[in-house]
């Protein structure tokens, strides 16, 4: 069965700069999606990134960008230049059918 | 395109009773999700639908949950005779195909079983 581990619970940085946020997963499929999900307090969920396990090339969207290592089935998420608003609890998830989610990271952002 | 709507936000119950969550999602979407999430935690899979076929219900859940999608429009979850342990967030998401993966979700419906 395919699972997804986050081993961080929770995270502190510093205003301004660099987090990067853990996930490992187990599968036997070579074809599935990655993603990082974001959950700010009391809000509903948002897709971060995504990234396709075919393509080599690691996604960027602005500020956060992945770390795709297929072999090692390893996924971080990298958040530059951090700010206040990127406090929430983020989700590793993982996707060759259905979508599992990891128990997840909660971010804090030092002012 | 209103978003996915979730019905009721928060259901009170005693144990033992039945309740029903209803899900609407994006009008387009095919794909529906149903997820259970307990404070601090990230959310577990129930069951999803496609169209109107549900494809699979998570092993984890007994037989006093089910769901339905009948004409692959809105969804509903019932649970059973419920138990203190049933008291969570029950979140539905929606998404156009597996090819984008963006999951839309709705603000949940919250369970509190006394």
């Known amino acids: 069965a395919q699972t997804v581990t986050q081993s961080q619970p929770e995270m502190s940085v510093q205003e301004a700069e660099t987090v990067t946020l853990s996930c490992t997963y187990d599968?036997?499929?070579?074809?599935?999606?990655l993603f990082w999900y974001k959950q700010p307090p009391s809000r509903q969920m948002i897709l971060v990134i995504r990234?396709?396990?075919?393509?080599?090339q690691n996604a960027t969207e602005n500020r956060f960008s992945v770390n795709f290592q297929k072999a090692a089935k390893s996924f971080s998420l990298k958040i530059s230049d951090s700010q206040l608003g990127d406090a929430a609890m983020y989700f590793c998830?993982?996707?060759?059918?259905?979508?599992?989610f990891g128990k997840g990271t909660r971010l804090h952002i030092l002012p | 395109d209103t978003g996915v709507s979730q019905d009721p936000r928060h259901k009170i119950t005693k144990r033992g009773q039945n309740v029903t969550f209803r899900c609407d999602p994006i009008?387009?979407?095919?794909?529906l999700y149903w997820y259970r999430q307990t404070l601090g935690q990230g959310p577990e899979f129930l069951t999803y639908?496609?169209?109107?076929?549900?494809?699979?219900k998570s092993r984890l859940l007994s037989d006093r949950f089910s769901a339905e999608r009948p004409k692959g429009s809105f969804s509903t979850l019932e649970i059973q005779r419920t138990e203190q342990g049933d008291s969570a967030m029950y979140l539905c998401?929606?998404?156009?195909?597996?090819?984008?993966?963006?999951?839309?979700f709705g603000e949940g419906s919250r369970l509190t079983v006394l």
């Open positions: 998401a929606s998404t156009v195909s597996m090819d984008t993966g963006e999951l839309f």
């Open positions: 599968t036997s499929e070579s074809d599935y999606y």
């Open positions: 639908f496609q169209n109107e076929a549900q494809l699979e």
């Open positions: 998830a993982y996707s060759a059918d259905k979508i599992i």
């Open positions: 990234q396709e396990a075919y393509k080599q």
């Open positions: 009008s387009e979407h095919n794909r």
